[in-house]
C-alpha cells in the first residue's frame, strides 16, 4: 500500500482544514490507519487513528474535541477533518496503514506504511 496525503496549507488560528489520504495503488480497506505528526524540532507524534472497521476512533489529548478521523470506504480514501487550529498544530502530517494489533494502534513503529507528508501551517 502506498499512500498519498495532501491538503496541506496555510491557515489562521482558529481555521479548519481537511487532510484526505488514499493510497496510490491497492485498498487500505484491511488497516487500521492512523494520523502522526511532526513539529519543527520534535519528535515524530500520534494524533489519531480509525480501526479498519471504521467503528470505533482514538486521539492524542492535544486534539480531542477538535480533530475528527474517518474513513470512506468507497472512495478508499482516509480524512482528518482539523477545526479550531492554533499555532501549536503545525507540522507536517503523515497518514498510515498498521496491521498491528489494536493495543498498538497509538505507536508509531506499529504503522508498516507511511505517506510522504502534508505540511500544514497555522498563522497565529
Known amino acids: 500500500v502506498q499512500l498519498q496525503a495532501y491538503g496541506g496549507g496555510l491557515v489562521q488560528a482558529g481555521g479548519s482544514l481537511r487532510l484526505p489520504c488514499a493510497p496510490s495503488e491497492g485498498y487500505f480497506s484491511g488497516y487500521n490507519m492512523g494520523w502522526f505528526r511532526q513539529a519543527p524540532g520534535k519528535e515524530r507524534e500520534f494524533v489519531a487513528a480509525?480501526?479498519?472497521?471504521?467503528?470505533?476512533?482514538y486521539y492524542a489529548e492535544s486534539v480531542k474535541g477538535r480533530f475528527t478521523i474517518s474513513r470512506d470506504g468507497a472512495k478508499n480514501t482516509l480524512y482528518l477533518q482539523m477545526n479550531s487550529l492554533n499555532p501549536e498544530d503545525t507540522a507536517v502530517y503523515y497518514c498510515?496503514?498498521?496491521?498491528?494489533?489494536?493495543?498498538?494502534?497509538?505507536?508509531?513503529?506499529?504503522?508498516?506504511?507511511w505517506g510522504q507528508g502534508t505540511l500544514v501551517t497555522v498563522s497565529s
Open positions: 480509525i480501526r479498519r472497521t471504521g467503528g470505533y476512533t
Open positions: 498510515a496503514a498498521s496491521r498491528s494489533v489494536l493495543s498498538m494502534i497509538r505507536r508509531e513503529n506499529a504503522y508498516e506504511y
